[in-house]
């Protein structure tokens, strides 16, 4: 068994994480502040911790404790866009650390982790996007000679449709794991808006744009 510690403020987030990461021979320890993370993190088997870096946690504080327990024990940031890319804004070991942008979704959260165990880095790779394919490095779609810079909000929504192909994402969960919303709130006309704007860039990198990503009416999406 393999352990992994998650460190956020929010519920939600930690529930997430819970769903995302549980089994596949993974234990779980949740911790809620800095104090419960001090405690949480004395294993020497813990494998990896999820750090989310929203106030009031401590992290030069967590990530020491963690690296003094642990030195080689991953920590994955789940951070704002403006943190993942200032220089120095996060205490991370470039050889063994990475940065997920919040928000998460469950399915992001768990292949972050387990190429992390798995000791690769999981943000650089590709998914086919009908006969253009995503650069999750790069949050780029490339096709048909030419390619498209996607909003993060675009990256996630289209990497989390690709991540499932030919299952329908009804909007209720768009709204949860792409943008974050709580359960049962957010509207689905945001989703719609942005989905307008991800297959006008769509177009212009595949023939088949139109195709790619298909319309459930009043249901939601899926991909193929």
């Not at 920590?75 to 200032?86: G, P, T």
């Amino acid at each position: 068994m393999t352990t992994v510690l998650v460190v956020s403020p929010d519920p939600q987030l930690r529930s997430l994480a819970r769903q995302a990461l549980g089994g596949e021979g993974r234990v779980v320890v949740e911790a809620a502040d800095t104090e419960s993370a001090l405690r949480a993190a004395i294993s020497p088997e813990l494998a990896a911790c999820v750090l989310d870096t929203s106030r009031p946690i401590d992290l030069e504080s967590v990530c020491d404790h963690v690296r003094e327990i642990t030195p080689s024990a991953p920590i994955l940031f789940l951070a704002s866009a403006d943190q993942r890319w200032l220089p120095g804004a996060l205490p991370r070991r470039d050889s063994l650390d990475q940065v997920l942008e919040r928000p998460v979704s469950a399915a992001a959260l768990s292949r972050a982790v387990k190429g992390l165990l798995e000791g690769h880095e999981f943000g650089h790779g590709s998914l086919p996007i009908g006969d253009a394919e995503l650069d999750a490095g790069t949050h780029e779609v490339r096709g048909n000679g030419q390619s498209v810079l996607l909003t993060p909000t675009e990256f996630r929504l289209l990497e989390y449709l690709a991540s499932r192909p030919g299952q329908l994402a009804p909007f209720s969960q768009l709204l949860t794991e792409v943008w974050g919303f709580p359960a049962g709130t957010g509207s689905s006309e945001l989703v719609r808006s942005h989905m307008r704007n991800l297959r006008a860039k769509l177009r212009r990198v595949t023939v088949h744009a139109d195709d790619v990503i298909r319309t459930v009416s009043r249901r939601g999406y899926r991909l193929g």
